[in-house]
C-alpha cells in the first residue's frame, strides 16, 4: 500500500478496520509501521547486532550502530517480498524526508480513506487548489481520474466534513440514539447466541471432511501416486485447514452489552478537538465509507460496536442540499 501512494494514516486504518494487530496484539499506530517498512528481514536478511546499549546495558531498539558493525546474513530467514518492492520503499520514504517541508500547509480531511467514486469505484483523495481571480484556497475530495473517464464532481471538503461529523452526533452521540444502537446490536447477539452451537459444529464438520481428505491424500503419496493435480489438491485442502482452524479459534459467544458502558462516547466526541489525528480515529470507527455521486452523496455508517459489520445504516443527501446547508448558515 505504501509502494502504491497511500500514506501513514490510510494504512493504519485499513489495518485496523480489519482487525489486524501488532505482534504484541495491539492495534497499528504510524510507529508500528515505520518500523516494518525499514525491516530488511521481510527480504530475506537477516539482521543482528544492529541495536546499540543503553547504559544499563538493556537494547535500544530504536538507536543502530554504524552499518560496518551490523551484520547481514543473505537468505537467513524467509523472504515474504522482493527486494525490489522494498527498494522502492525506501526511495519514497527518502524523497519524502527531502520534500517534508512541502507538508506544513497540508489540510486535515476527516475523511480520508472512506471517500469512494460513485462513478469509477476508485478510492477518492483529498484535493487543494487556488480558485478564481483571487486564488481564494479551495480544498475538497475530488476523483482523480482524468474527466473524460470520470465524470463525477468534486465536493468541498468543510462541508462534507463538517455534515458528516454532525451526522455522527445526531445518529450515534447522544443517549436516545446511542441506547437504539445499543439495542440493535443486543437483538443480534441474542440471534447469533442463538444459532452458536448450530454454526459451531457446521464448521467443525467440514475441518473433519477436510483432515480426512487430507490423510486420504497421505495414503495415496505413501503408495507412490502423486501427481500435479494431487499436490495442487493437497495444498489447497492445507490452506482451507488452516483458514478453518482460525475461524473456530474465533468464534465465541457474545456478552449484551450495557448502555452505560458506551455514554462515555457522547463525552469523547464533545470533547476530542476536531482537525485532529486523534478526532479522525475515533469518528472513521463508525463510519463505512462515503460515497460520491454526481448529484448525491451516500453515507453509510458502521454501528455494529466491533460485534457485527451487518448493522449498517447508509444515509442520502443531495449534493445541492449539502451546499445550500452551509452556504446558507454563511449567509445567517
Given at each position: ?22 505482534k ?25 547486532n ?5 547504559a544499563?546495558?538493556?537494547r ?15 537468505g ?33 480531511y ?56 454532525d ?21 443480534y ?18 475441518l ?118 452551509f ?6
Amino acid at each position: 500500500m505504501f509502494a502504491e501512494g497511500h500514506g501513514y494514516c490510510a494504512i493504519v486504518d485499513y489495518l485496523n478496520e480489519h482487525g489486524y494487530t501488532t505482534k504484541r496484539g495491539r492495534v497499528f499506530g504510524k510507529n508500528s509501521l515505520y518500523e516494518i517498512l525499514n525491516n530488511e528481514k521481510y527480504t530475506g536478511v537477516f539482521v543482528f547486532n544492529r541495536a546499540t546499549a543503553k547504559a544499563d546495558s538493556k537494547r535500544n531498539n530504536h538507536a543502530y550502530k554504524i552499518n560496518e558493525n551490523i551484520i547481514r546474513v543473505e537468505g537467513g530467514c524467509p523472504a515474504i517480498i522482493s527486494k525490489s518492492l522494498f527498494e522502492k520503499v525506501q526511495r519514497i520514504k527518502a524523497k519524502n524526508r527531502r520534500n517534508t517541508g512541502q507538508y506544513h500547509g497540508k489540510e486535515f480531511y476527516l475523511l480520508t480513506g472512506k471517500v469512494f467514486c460513485g462513478v469509477c469505484g476508485k478510492r477518492i483523495q483529498g484535493n487543494l487548489r487556488y480558485s478564481g481571480e483571487r486564488k481564494n484556497r479551495l480544498c475538497t475530495y475530488r476523483c482523480d481520474e482524468p474527466k473524460q473517464l470520470c465524470k463525477n464532481k468534486e465536493n468541498n471538503k468543510d462541508y462534507l466534513d463538517a455534515y458528516v461529523a454532525d451526522l455522527l452526533r445526531q445518529k450515534i452521540f447522544n443517549k436516545a440514539a446511542l441506547r437504539r444502537r445499543i439495542n440493535a446490536v443486543n437483538k443480534y447477539i441474542a440471534s447469533y447466541n442463538a444459532e452458536f452451537d448450530k454454526h459451531y459444529e457446521s464448521i467443525k464438520s467440514e475441518l473433519e471432511e477436510v483432515t480426512i481428505a487430507l490423510a486420504n491424500i497421505t495414503v495415496a503419496v505413501e503408495k507412490g501416486v502423486l501427481t500435479d493435480d494431487i499436490i495442487e489438491r493437497s495444498e489447497a485442502l492445507e490452506q482451507r485447514k488452516s483458514e478453518i482452524q482460525a475461524q473456530l479459534a474465533a468464534l465465541r459467544r457474545f456478552e449484551p452489552l450495557r448502555l452505560e458502558d458506551y455514554l462515555h462516547l457522547i463525552d469523547d466526541y464533545k470533547n476530542m478537538k476536531r482537525n485532529t489525528a486523534e478526532f479522525r480515529t475515533f469518528v472513521q470507527t463508525y463510519i463505512d465509507k462515503v460515497v460520491t455521486y454526481p448529484y448525491h452523496i451516500e453515507i453509510v455508517l458502521d454501528v455494529g460496536f466491533g460485534i457485527t459489520d451487518e448493522l449498517k445504516e447508509t444515509i442520502t443527501i443531495r449534493r445541492g442540499d449539502l451546499y445550500s446547508l452551509f452556504e446558507s448558515r454563511t449567509e445567517d
